[in-house]
DNA sequence: AAGTTTTTTTTACGATCGTTAAATTCACTT
DNA sequence: AAGTGAATTTAACGATCGTAAAAAAAACTT
């Protein structure tokens, strides 16, 4: 509350559509410049190992600057989430066009084909997402916890409204729920999965493991899911996720 | 260096075995108290957020006491982070006990009640394990990286050892590395997961939830390794595990 | 009981943290 | 060219961090 008056004279983008990516002009503005440094340190660095002066220095700017464009640094990673947790769901539609003519091995290979490469060249909202989820949320720790959960409930929604699948939204959530656990740690924190693999995490050879492993584990149930009807409840506990949501969260 | 010549007068621990949990003895030392302590703290903050003083005051000591028994944060981290790995490695072992006449869908389903039971009384060990496994390697954030790596060998280790699977070394690791990556998420930061789900944490819903994801994944490529030939080498890429170790990481 | 060693407490250093406030520079209007 | 508001830099605040060093207390040896 101690800046209340402050935060109503903020600068804030004037374009809706302008993500750290700037759109289309020259050179990025310093609000834009700070936002993108920002995504940079907290895609390498959990929220409280971050610092204003890492992103200072990246986005080459004095880091009290930092403070006069958000007035603190939980409003900039929330910020950062924002944004990243947005351009990750557009794409993520994106990578099912098409889909519904190749089939389900087709169709389910063309679709992590697009997200492996996706994630190669934005590597950050996945490590954003994988360093920041497991924080307890009884601490509190973690600003736009919120926001980090909103991830996984995307995920779902653009594959039911991409694919017609008929099975319980039970059988959904779970699984789109498994099928991003995996592709975030995978994707997220690749080097850790390829030590331990002894690959490299951006080689092929890790890469081709990755869309084995979740071919092999999500394509089955896939299949399943596509062949079913909607009054068959083989899923445990056939309530179904309109129905939860109905009751309340 | 600047103490290495400190360290070699340190106290040490003089019982092998004993852990923080104490063994037997009525009431801990002051080192062990740091380290109950300590793994409490790291288990619910990344180390960078993690401080020698939060440790202290969960120990009920001053702080600068933990730096006399552990020269460095660093120090203290990497012993709980080998205490944590060895319980669980030890534990995990003696989940497989007589899992072998119940058959796949029987055994698989004991060893995941007995896996969930321990998550539950020692939530520590997969809470640590997901806090810092995503730190980025470059950066070399984390101290004792590779006893986190270790924790994924180990369990594919004991896989191996306790369960008679005649398939390609290459498969067993997808096996081991897809389940524990899930359990480390679902149960090392269940938090996060049943609030997507929109259940408690610790309720038998979730419980449920975790083990029913489990089974439908693993259980199939499970029953598939339990069927297969030595020669037969229907993974990608045939190298065994062993020979990949030969090979040098 | 005196002396010695181990353990604990006290105090404090230097570094970094997020944030604030004032001084300065820049961009723009008149 | 003067004036004005926004953008940026400079300087500094209080708090916390890991760690060190010295003082004090406790435990142990003789």
């Known amino acids: 509350m101690k800046k209340s008056n402050k935060k109503s004279q903020l600068p804030a983008s004037k374009n809706e559509n302008d993500q750290y990516?700037?759109?289309?002009?020259?050179?990025?503005?310093?609000?834009?410049?700070i936002v993108k440094a920002a995504s940079t340190i907290f895609s390498n660095?959990?929220?409280?190992?971050?610092?204003?002066r890492m992103i200072g220095k990246e986005a080459e700017v004095d880091h009290p600057l930092i403070n006069?464009?958000?007035?603190?640094?939980?409003?900039?990673?929330?910020?950062?989430?924002?944004?990243?947790?947005?351009e990750y769901y557009k794409a993520n539609v994106q990578w099912f066009d098409g889909l519904?003519?190749?089939?389900?091995?087709?169709?389910?290979?063309?679709?992590?084909?697009?997200?492996?490469?996706?994630?190669?060249?934005?590597?950050?909202?996945?490590?954003?997402?994988?360093?920041?989820l497991v924080q307890a949320k009884q601490f509190d720790i973690i600003p736009g916890y919120q926001l980090l959960q909103q991830f996984f409930l995307n995920a779902m929604q653009a594959f039911i409204k991409s694919v017609p699948v008929k099975g319980a939204d039970f059988d959904i959530q779970r699984l789109?729920?498994?099928?991003?656990?995996?592709?975030?740690n995978y994707l997220g924190a690749s080097d850790y999965y390829a030590g331990i693999l002894g690959m490299e995490s951006q080689s092929p050879?890790?890469?081709?493991?990755?869309?084995?492993?979740?071919?092999?584990?999500?394509?089955?149930?896939?299949?399943?899911l596509l062949e079913e009807v909607e009054t068959d409840n083989r899923g445990i506990g056939g309530e179904t996720v309109t129905a939860r949501r109905k009751r309340g969260q």
Do not use: C
């Open 100 to 132: 519904a003519a190749l089939g389900p091995e087709k169709g389910f290979s063309l679709y992590i084909d697009r997200f492996i490469d996706f994630a190669l060249k934005h590597p950050k909202p996945m490590r954003i997402i994988a360093l920041n």
């Open 45 to 52: 660095f959990p929220y409280y190992a971050a610092s204003i």
């Open 205 to 224: 050879e890790y890469l081709k493991w990755v869309k084995d492993s979740l071919t092999y584990i999500i394509l089955p149930w896939l299949k399943q």
């Open 68 to 86: 006069y464009y958000f007035p603190t640094k939980a409003d900039l990673f929330q910020e950062v989430l924002k944004i990243t947790i947005d």
């Open 21 to 33: 990516e700037n759109s289309g002009s020259l050179k990025p503005t310093t609000r834009e410049k």
């Open 176 to 184: 789109t729920t498994n099928f991003n656990t995996m592709a975030i």
